[in-house]
């Protein structure tokens, strides 16, 4: 039931019918409240800034993806560019996460680049820019990109995804770059033929993927890692394995989106790791929002309850 579940709320973050009317619904923006602070940059700064303070990182997303002509891809750049001058001018620390569609990718390889180089430009060469993974037609394109973006900018980082079953072999090809990875299980609908069905199939990829990025040809070629996970037990898992590596808060840290498990953001916190929190932001919510449902159908529960309640 839950993987059908999840396999309609897939299907509903690409239906552009329902991503026209359903935002409409006030009981659902209530709902979306949950994962993001507003659909202003101002709303996202002011989240960080609170959770900055908490002793938690801090990631800013724009939301949009599959833009539709390069003006378009270009509003967005001049938007992220704009948006870490408003990071520096507010003494915070956080960095940027991208998707390339949203700069151009489905419309030119090289115009996306030249997007991309404009935001590498203006950040600081200590903070990493992450470049989103999308669904997997994508991917092949994204890694290209960033292998030419990385020979020019150290400071550029990109997301794997461990639900892929060639995720692996992806990994293998990245590690001579010396690369930063944000490991992630995937928010896509899949076909069988290129991903795990099965949660328990795509938590134990995760885990044999960080055992990889923890490993010593990983570590010896400067690989960071962000594991960006919600998942408590893997995390357990994953916090034992660093342990008995030897690695400390310098070496890796762990990542989540705003608003969710809260609680185990500060524990990580607390007990001396880096702790991390993806703060997304803008008004092209709808299909995000379908994707963090369906990444926990338990989240349907709190939109009833906002329907009931009015």
């Not at 579940?5 to 949950?34: E, I, Q």
């Not at 928010?187 to 010593?216: C, H, I, M």
Request: proline share 3%.
């Amino acid at each position: 039931m839950a993987g059908v579940m999840r396999g309609a709320l897939l299907w509903a973050s690409r239906n552009r019918w329902l991503r026209k009317r359903v935002p409409r619904y006030r009981f659902v923006r209530r709902t979306v409240t949950r994962f993001m602070p507003g659909e202003q940059i101002q709303d996202a700064l002011a989240a960080a800034r609170l959770l900055e303070g908490q002793g938690l990182g801090t990631v800013l997303t724009h939301l949009g993806e599959d833009v539709a002509d390069p003006a378009e891809a270009d509003a967005v750049t001049r938007h992220y560019a704009g948006a870490l001058g408003r990071i520096r001018s507010a003494g915070l620390n956080s960095t940027l996460s991208v998707k390339l569609t949203h700069l151009g990718l489905g419309l030119s390889l090289q115009l996306c680049q030249a997007n991309l180089e404009r935001i590498l430009q203006q950040s600081n060469s200590k903070d990493t820019v992450w470049i989103d993974m999308e669904a997997s037609p994508y991917v092949d394109a994204t890694l290209d990109l960033y292998r030419r973006v990385r020979r020019t900018y150290a400071n550029v980082g990109v997301c794997l995804q461990s639900y892929l079953y060639r995720t692996a072999d992806d990994l293998a090809s990245l590690l001579p770059l010396g690369p930063a990875i944000r490991l992630v299980k995937g928010a896509y609908l899949e076909a069988r033929d290129r991903a795990f069905p099965r949660k328990r199939d795509v938590d134990e990829n995760f885990f044999v993927l960080a055992q990889t990025l923890f490993g010593s040809e990983a570590q010896s070629a400067g690989t960071r890692t962000v594991i960006a996970t919600h998942d408590r037990k893997l995390i357990r898992r994953i916090e034992d394995l660093a342990r008995s590596r030897g690695l400390t808060r310098e070496h890796f840290q762990f990542q989540m989106l705003y608003g969710i498990q809260r609680q185990e953001q500060l524990r990580l916190a607390k007990d001396g790791w880096q702790s991390s929190v993806l703060i997304s932001y803008g008004t092209y919510w709808f299909p995000w929002f379908m994707r963090r449902l369906a990444e926990r159908p338990a989240n349907l529960a709190f939109l009833a309850r906002n329907l009931i309640s009015g």
